[in-house]
């Protein structure tokens, strides 16, 4: 992500409002940071903004005027916005501490298995020893 990030309000009758009457165009300029995150190309630039019910950033389709800098959606809600470059939402995917507790996870279920087997096995050794002694004379 560049370093375009923006929240959009609204009021009617000093009542705050989430969605709009009718579809508006926002424009907003994007930064250096912005086009580097798009790889160099702010061809490859995009408005989103963060659904809070999904829990991540929805793309609108963006128009990118390169002579002006700016970058331009038509939205229908207020909400918080961000520039990012194209591709950016996909290759986001899991935050790292949620990589990290999967790892984590993984690795002791493998230790689990790893314990139970090693008593199991250990368990039916004994049990061959057993059969294996003579009886006592």
Not at 38 to 45: I, S, V
Not at 110 to 137: C, D, K, T
Request: net charge negative; aromatic share 8%; glycine share 8%.
């Amino acid at each position: 992500m560049g370093d375009t990030c923006f929240r959009i309000t609204a009021t009617v009758d000093g009542e705050g409002v989430t969605e709009l009457g009718d579809d508006v165009t926002i424009c907003i300029e994007y930064s250096a940071a912005d086009v580097d995150a798009a790889g160099g190309d702010p061809a490859l630039l995009t408005i989103a903004y963060f659904d809070e019910d999904a829990g991540e950033w929805e793309v609108l389709p963006t128009t990118v005027d390169e002579t002006e800098g700016i970058v331009c959606a038509t939205v229908d809600h207020v909400s918080d916005w961000a520039v990012l470059g194209e591709g950016e939402v996909e290759e986001a995917g899991l935050a790292w501490w949620h990589i990290l507790l999967i790892v984590l996870a993984a690795f002791v279920v493998l230790l689990l298995i790893i314990v139970l087997f090693s008593r199991r096995r250990a368990a039916q050794h004994r049990a061959y020893e057993l059969e294996e002694m003579p009886e006592p004379e």
